[in-house]
């Protein structure tokens, strides 16, 4: 069984920062990529940010610029560096591991995080 841990959510003021971090962990023998989403009330989830295992990013345009994800292929860890933030980045952020597999030849599967909460506030 493959579990993700997400931490480091909060309240945070308009133009502070936080940094969200979500570790694997369970019988894992490799993950394709690692990212972030997040859902906002009333609103569908959405791809913040991701990072393959060969190092390649992709980021939404919304955060572009501002935000920052890392990831640690040893630990199976995975972070994200929030600047500038603004009211509109208030949401429930999601980890995802994408394209898991607990064996060589085992099917590849997605496991989600419980989530965080990041509002964005003054």
């Known amino acids: 069984q493959v579990q993700l841990v997400e931490s480091g959510g909060g309240l945070v003021q308009p133009g502070g920062s936080l940094r969200l971090s979500c570790a694997a962990s369970?019988?894992?023998?490799?993950?394709?990529?690692m990212g972030w989403y997040r859902q906002a009330p009333g609103k569908q989830r959405e791809l913040v940010a991701a990072i393959t295992s060969g190092g390649s990013t992709n980021y939404a345009d919304s955060v572009k610029g501002r935000f920052t994800i890392s990831a640690d292929k040893a630990k199976n860890t995975v972070s994200l560096q929030m600047n500038s933030l603004k009211p509109e980045d208030t949401a429930v952020y999601y980890c995802?591991?994408?394209?898991?597999?607990?064996?060589?030849?085992?099917?590849?599967?997605?496991?989600w995080g419980q989530g965080t909460q990041v509002t964005v506030s003054s």
């Open positions: 995802n591991a994408g394209g898991v597999r607990i064996s060589p030849l085992a099917r590849p599967r997605d496991y």
């Open positions: 369970g019988s894992i023998f490799s993950i394709n990529a």
